[in-house]
């Protein structure tokens, strides 16, 4: 008995590294691949993309150059009523990171947030996005009851803002 305790003593730690517990951050995830590119949504807390001394975040990406795939969390609360636009721009991160593209060949109409060198590409992909496919987010993989006013996304690989 006790020779049988010691080595459930022992096995402990390594057990406990077997389990694997969904945190809130990742309860709600989905993958879409579009184009080529592959994408993981997350839904997260509320306010969990804060950023410093401003405000938070609607959508964030993680990527990196010809990155296959990447992950995009975004806030349901603060992307609730430009849902589309916000992962229209995230996807086109995505896009950018795999397929290599950055900037805009005009800055017009750009915030000055967007007007950031690696946040202008993303941005006018949104917005083509948005004037192709309308208010749905079929053409990113997502179910969506809203039909999409286009047949798929806009490429990436041939877009050029």
Do not use: K, N
Not at 74 to 91: G, M, Q
Request: one cysteine or more; aromatic letters at 12%; a neutral charge.
């Amino acid at each position: 008995m006790r020779r049988w305790l010691l080595s459930l003593s022992l096995l402990t730690p390594l057990l406990s590294g077997c389990t694997f517990v969904s945190t809130p951050r990742d309860a709600a995830q989905w993958s879409t691949t579009v184009h080529g590119v592959t994408v993981t949504w997350r839904w997260v807390t509320p306010g969990a993309l804060a950023r410093r001394g401003d405000t938070p975040y609607a959508g964030y990406t993680l990527t990196a150059p010809f990155a296959w795939g990447c992950v995009v969390d975004i806030d349901p609360a603060l992307s609730r009523h430009d849902l589309v636009r916000v992962a229209a721009h995230e996807y086109g991160h995505c896009a950018a990171g795999l397929y290599l593209q950055l900037g805009a060949s005009s800055l017009e109409g750009l915030s000055a947030y967007h007007r950031q060198l690696w946040e202008q590409w993303p941005e006018r992909y949104a917005e083509a996005y948005l004037a192709a496919c309308g208010r749905s987010l079929r053409p990113l993989g997502w179910y969506d009851l809203t039909p999409a006013t286009c047949a798929e996304a806009p490429d990436p690989r041939t877009f050029a803002p």
